[in-house]
């Protein structure tokens, strides 16, 4: 049984994060999307109500499972028996951030991070800026499966 944790702010959950939960699934026999909670960064989105809109995005998919963490990544994997970190790369930028706390997460932990390329069609896609469009009344359906869930 391989367990993953997928974590994030999810601040909103894109298509672009959706895909990648996808990609994992083909490598683990659970994933756990697991949404940060930063008591110094709070976020556009409720976190009950993301969790709430993700799960209803995995509904038909028992492999999937969705819970918050307020802690270390590594301490949270431990927590739920997850023996490897899933995270996204859209480009060179997130390549060297991801990079660095990879490595520091497998000295603190010995636990590995798997990375996955993001599908080309959504290598543009970035929570910031569809909460910028979202808080100036933009329609933002194309990048967020049934936003609807998150208000
Ligand atoms: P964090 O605040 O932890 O960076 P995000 O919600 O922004 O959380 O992203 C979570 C993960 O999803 C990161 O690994 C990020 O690189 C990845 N990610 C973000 N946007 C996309 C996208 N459009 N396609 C694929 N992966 C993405």
Excluded: W
């Excluded at 959950?13 to 909670?37: N, P, Y």
């Excluded at 927590?79 to 390549?95: E, M, Q």
């Excluded at 910031?128 to 329609?139: K, V």
């Amino acid at each position: 049984m391989k367990r993953c944790l997928f974590p994030g702010s999810f601040d909103p959950f894109t298509k672009g994060h959706e895909a990648i939960v996808h990609q994992a699934l083909h490598l683990f026999d659970e994933v756990v999307i697991g949404v940060g909670i930063n008591s110094k960064k709070q976020g556009l989105f409720n976190t009950d109500k993301k969790i709430a809109h993700i799960s209803a995005l995995f509904e038909t998919e028992p492999r999937v499972r969705v819970g918050s963490f307020q802690k270390l990544t590594v301490e949270f994997c431990k927590d739920i028996a997850a023996t490897h970190i899933v995270r996204g790369l859209r480009d060179a930028k997130d390549f060297e951030y991801e990079r660095s706390i990879g490595h520091m997460n497998h000295a603190i932990s010995g636990i590995e991070t798997v990375f996955f390329l993001t599908a080309q069609a959504h290598s543009a896609l970035n929570s910031s800026i569809i909460r910028e469009m979202y808080q100036n009344g933009a329609d933002i359906s194309p990048f967020v499966t049934r936003p609807e869930l998150l208000v």
